[in-house]
C-alpha cells in the first residue's frame, strides 16, 4: 500500500512557509490547502483506484473517464513532492476486474434482449 512521503511533503511546506514568511498568509493557506489535497487525493487513487462518477463530456464512458484521470495522476505525480507512487499491478488488476464485470454486464444484457441464449 502506498502512502505519502512526509519527508518530500516536508520541503514543499517550508516552501510556502516562506511564502507566509514573505506577508502572503493567504497565498500560503491556498498552496498549502490544495497541496494536500492533492496528497490526499492522490493517496486514495494508489490505494482504491476510484472511478471518476460524472464523466465531463456525454461521450466519455466511465473508462475513458477513468483513463483521463490515470493519465492525470502518471503525468503530475513524478512532478510533486510527497505524492504516493502510482501501483501499477494494482491498477492493472483492478482493470482485468472491471473487464471481466463488463464482459459479464455485456452478456446479461444481451440475454435479457433476447440476442443470446
Excluded at 518530500?8 to 498552496?31: K, P, Y
Excluded at 494508489?46 to 460524472?54: E, S, T
Excluded at 491498477?91 to 441464449?117: F, N, P
Aim: glycine share 4%; aromatic share 10%; net charge negative.
Amino acid at each position: 500500500m502506498s502512502d505519502i512521503d512526509y519527508k518530500a511533503a516536508e520541503t514543499v511546506e517550508s516552501m510556502i512557509d516562506q511564502v507566509r514568511a514573505a506577508g502572503l498568509e493567504e497565498a500560503a493557506a491556498m498552496f498549502s490547502t490544495v497541496y494536500w489535497g492533492w496528497l490526499r487525493l492522490t493517496s486514495a487513487y494508489v490505494n482504491a483506484h476510484p472511478y471518476v462518477a460524472n464523466p465531463e463530456k456525454p461521450s466519455m464512458t466511465p473508462i475513458s473517464a477513468l483513463s483521463v484521470t490515470d493519465f492525470t495522476f502518471r503525468h503530475w505525480a513524478p512532478q510533486i513532492p510527497g505524492t504516493p507512487p502510482l501501483d501499477d499491478e494494482a491498477v492493472l488488476a483492478a482493470a482485468a476486474r472491471d473487464e471481466a464485470w463488463h464482459r459479464e454486464e455485456d452478456r446479461r444484457m444481451r440475454r435479457e434482449a433476447g440476442e443470446i441464449c
